[in-house]
T-cell receptor, first 112, second 114 residues
Framework: GENVEQHPSTLSVQEGDSAVIKCTYS??????FPWYKQELGKRPQLIID?????GEKKDQRIAVTLNKTAKHFSLHITETQPEDSAVYFC???????????FGTGTRLQVFP | EAQVTQNPRYLITVTGKKLTVTCSQN?????MSWYRQDPGLGLRQIYY???????DKGDVPEGYKVSRKEKRNFPLILESPSPNQTSLYFC?????????????FGQGTRLTVV
């Protein structure tokens, strides 16, 4: 079955710097890759997703890139702010599939 | 307001005492699932349901049961809880019968089994 690995497990950056979180997946049939943000004590919420027919997607300060050949995808956050501090989860799924497999999460801390 | 509602938010119970965590969504979503969140392990799927009366095992189903008698409700049942089921549980729903649309999560249920 699908396996998703996520790195790093923790990431500390200075406010204004960029943060990059990387994930790899094992099933080449996977074609949907969402990212969820979980603030302390809150529920996970979708922040951006990408499907395999595109290589990059941006939404203001966040972007996701996908390399299908290498089977990895990354989340990029530019101009980080303290409110970006949270746990971020990547995930992978197959179109029409019945399971969403999550990575183990990255705790991002943005220091003012 | 569109939402997924779980109850209770917090629960402390004793080993072997049956319990049910309820989950309800008001968005007419077809897909519902349960996850448990443990430090260092991320979100692991327990059970999922593609539609009414259709349920299937996720990656960590042992010790859990579910049912989907109505579209809006998807309760998680622990027949005989054990301490290794102490965890943070999330219910989630998605619009389509599949895992590749946005998942909306409930508020979470923190379960402690002593």
């Amino acid at each position: 079955g699908e396996n998703v690995e996520q790195h790093p497990s923790t990431l500390s950056v200075q406010e204004g710097d960029s943060a990059v979180i990387k994930c790899t997946y094992s099933d080449s049939a996977s074609n949907y890759f969402p990212w969820y943000k979980q603030e302390l004590g809150k529920r996970p919420q979708l922040i951006i997703d990408i499907r395999s027919n595109v290589g990059e997607k941006k939404d203001q300060r966040i972007a996701v890139t996908l390399n299908k050949t290498a089977k990895h995808f990354s989340l990029h956050i530019t101009e980080t702010q303290p409110e970006d501090s949270a746990v971020y989860f990547c995930a992978a799924s197959i179109l029409g599939g019945d399971k969403l497999i999550f990575g183990t999460g990255t705790r991002l801390q943005v220091f003012p | 307001e569109a939402q997924v509602t779980q109850n209770p938010r917090y629960l402390i119970t004793v080993t072997g005492k049956k319990l049910t965590v309820t989950c309800s969504q008001n968005m007419n979503h077809e897909y519902m699932s349960w996850y448990r969140q443990d430090p260092g392990l991320g979100l692991r799927q327990i059970y999922y349901s593609m539609n009414v009366e259709v349920t299937d095992k996720g990656d960590v189903p042992e010790g859990y049961k579910v049912s989907r008698k109505e579209k809006r409700n998807f309760p998680l049942i622990l027949e005989s809880p054990s301490p290794n089921q102490t965890s943070l549980y999330f219910c989630a729903s998605s619009l389509l019968a599949g895992a590749n649309t946005e998942a909306f999560f409930g508020q979470g249920t923190r379960l402690t089994v002593v």
